[in-house]
């Protein structure tokens, strides 16, 4: 079941269709952020925390206006106004997220939810809202500058059912069967063992528990050497799962009721200007890139009644 609150219409261009120039992402996934083979982790801890400390100085970041006075097509216009009017202005700052799964997820009063990869703190706000004082948010982050913005941020909202956790999101420091729903923005993709993630996921829901996060997926094939340049366009340094491997993963986990549900669409002339710096011949390769990427809404459920996952 949808919330009231879910996009009734694909937006299948940008918000505000842009070009990205290269350098332009350097805090939110770009070419400042190369991958590595050996420490995909380190790469994500240190480019979250130059995002956080970018905050706290007042120093611009994602989702401000480029060169041609566009705003980012992955994070901008997430939020209502409604919804953010009363959050402390460095929590919206802070989002690095490409989709706003706390508007599509079902999230009752009195549930206990856990946000993957919290960061500035902003879904775990807006859950604690949803939840009411009886229920409970957590967030998890890895991330030492992340967790004191989040936490100054708690502070700032005066909002009290609510814990920021350090820990990683392929090692959740929380007993199994404890959370009603997990929720998370754009983070599973950075993890380089996604199989771990979900197979811990599975593990704190309790029985019938929800997964339902935002994330963005590939659809198609897309040749690897193209996909690496909008990867990292898009901030996944780990690489974005096909959205029927991402269901397949989740189906192996143990979870069922899986949908994945487009929420925003790339379309090639979003990067056009970022590919062509990194030597993409766009005009050769434009159609195999042309809407291959999108950010997704991703929901499964834990059964009732508790099962063993696949091997």
Not at 237 to 257: C, D, M, P, T, W
């Amino acid at each position: 079941m949808k919330d009231k609150n879910h996009e009734e219409t694909i937006r299948e261009e940008s918000a505000d269709p842009v070009s990205p120039i290269a350098g332009a992402r350097s805090c939110c996934g770009g070419t400042s952020v190369e991958r590595s083979s050996g420490d995909i982790k380190g790469v994500v801890k240190q480019k979250y925390g130059e995002a956080a400390l970018n905050v706290t100085s007042h120093r611009s970041c994602c989702g401000e206006p480029t060169s041609d006075g566009r705003s980012d097509p992955i994070t901008s216009n997430l939020y209502g106004d409604d919804e953010i009017s009363d959050l402390p202005m460095e929590a919206v700052t802070a989002s690095l997220g490409c989709g706003n799964p706390t508007a599509l997820a079902q999230l009752n009063p009195g549930e206990t939810i856990l946000d993957l990869g919290s960061g500035g703190g902003i879904d775990v706000l807006l859950s604690a809202k949803r939840v009411g004082p009886v229920g409970m948010a957590y967030g998890l982050d890895m991330t030492d500058e992340m967790l004191a913005l989040a936490r100054e941020n708690q502070r700032k909202a005066g909002v009290k059912n609510v814990e920021f956790l350090k820990g990683e999101i392929e090692n959740i420091p929380l007993p199994d069967n404890s959370v009603d729903v997990i929720i998370s923005n754009c983070v599973i993709n950075l993890s380089a063992d996604k199989d771990r993630v979900l197979a811990e996921a599975y593990r704190v829901l309790r029985p019938g528990g929800r997964f339902a996060v935002s994330d963005v997926v590939v659809r198609g094939d897309v040749p690897a050497e193209i996909r690496k340049s909008v990867e990292l366009w898009i901030g996944c340094v780990a690489g974005a799962l096909e959205e029927f491997e991402y269901a397949a993963k989740l189906a192996r986990a143990g979870f069922e009721s899986i949908e994945v549900e487009p929420t925003r669409i790339y379309k090639l002339e979003d990067a056009r200007e970022f590919l062509a710096a990194a030597g993409i011949d766009v005009e050769k390769f434009g159609r195999a890139l042309d809407r291959k990427f999108m950010s997704a809404f991703i929901r499964a459920r834990k059964p009732h009644q508790q099962t063993l996952p696949y091997l």
